[in-house]
């Protein structure tokens, strides 16, 4: 076996059998990176669907047709490789963004802005609300961690090497990203802490899960998807914070230029998790 090999694999211990891995060693580099996609998620997500006017209908439509691309791109790989798992993470945190709002809004003058009646083609949202859709959301999460449960299957990501497993975790990715973003919507124009403050209170609560992680009565595996949930409505609060207008407290740099920005810092990382992959970079 030779060093590449050594870095791309590892071995399940319960199997004593070496592997192959398909997804990523969870490091405070994967976190980094992390939010960084679910925020450009967010502001790309904006972009397509309200600065460009496509919708959110629409826009939804048209990002699950890319998650499902990436999602063929990354299932089909042998190996883990970060531009193909970050850039899964990256769809289905920008359709998680458009369908919760789909889910979520309408055409009421609180979510149109400059007396406009519609945004984009087709419905113009579902206008469920924050509680009823995180409501349907969280449901459908927990089914799909039962299904997942019932199969005898790992939850923790690196031992993650059957199709079926890899298929019940994206499953889960695209709907706790939704979530997340109905969460972070929530706390941004409903809860009165602003997307400052929003952004704050979830940086609270994965300071405390932190906390948690030495504790031996609290499963990490636990900690790990509670974390993966709230880093989306970090990412949703701090897109928010950076392109909406100063008047509703945020710094109005635009989606557009947030984004760009964002997908350098994107791109560099995953270059970097690239390198260190190869085995091209020291530990």
């Known amino acids: 076996m030779d060093k590449t090999e050594a870095v791309a694999g590892h071995k399940i211990a319960d199997r004593g059998t070496f592997v192959m891995k398909k997804l990523p060693e969870v490091t405070l580099a994967f976190w980094i990176m992390k939010i960084a996609a679910t925020t450009l998620g967010e502001t790309a997500g904006d972009l397509f669907a309200q600065t460009l006017e496509l919708g959110y209908f629409l826009t939804t439509i048209l990002l699950f047709v890319?998650?499902?691309?990436?999602l063929v791109v990354q299932l089909r790989s042998r190996r883990y490789?970060?531009?193909?798992?970050?850039?899964?993470?990256?769809?289905?945190?920008?359709a998680g963004t458009t369908l919760s709002d789909f889910m979520n809004r309408d055409a009421g003058p609180e979510y149109l802005s400059g007396g406009a009646t519609s945004l984009g083609w087709g419905p113009q949202g579902l206008g469920l609300g924050y509680p009823a859709g995180a409501a349907i959301l969280v449901s459908l999460l927990v089914?799909?961690?039962?299904?997942?449960?019932?199969?005898?299957?790992?939850?923790?990501?690196?031992?993650?090497?059957?199709?079926?497993?890899?298929?019940?975790?994206?499953?889960?990715?695209l709907v706790s990203n939704t979530l997340g973003t109905s969460m972070g919507d929530f706390l941004s124009d409903s809860s009165g802490?602003?997307?400052?403050?929003?952004?704050?209170?979830?940086t609270g609560l994965l300071a405390v899960l932190v906390a948690l992680m030495p504790v031996p009565a609290v499963p990490n595996v636990v900690l790990f998807?509670?974390?993966?949930?709230?880093?989306?409505?970090?990412?949703?609060?701090a897109g928010d914070f950076l392109t909406k207008p100063t008047a509703k407290g945020g710094l109005d740099l635009?989606?557009?230029?947030?984004s760009a920005v964002l997908f350098a810092v994107l791109v560099a990382l995953m270059g970097y998790a690239h390198l260190r992959?190869?085995?091209?970079?020291?530990t």
């Not at 531009?83 to 899964?88: E, M, P, S």
């Not at 635009?254 to 947030?258: E, L, N, P, R, W």
């Open 193 to 202: 802490l602003g997307y400052a403050g929003g952004a704050l209170l979830v």
């Open 277 to 282: 992959e190869r085995g091209m970079l020291g």
């Open 143 to 173: 089914v799909i961690f039962t299904v997942w449960r019932f199969t005898g299957m790992t939850f923790v990501i690196r031992d993650i090497v059957t199709f079926r497993a890899e298929a019940l975790f994206w499953s889960a990715i």
């Open 254 to 258: 635009g989606t557009a230029g947030s």
């Open 66 to 70: 890319v998650f499902v691309v990436t």
């Open 225 to 237: 998807w509670i974390a993966f949930v709230l880093t989306r409505p970090l990412g949703a609060t």
């Open 81 to 94: 490789n970060p531009f193909f798992y970050w850039t899964v993470i990256l769809s289905t945190s920008m």
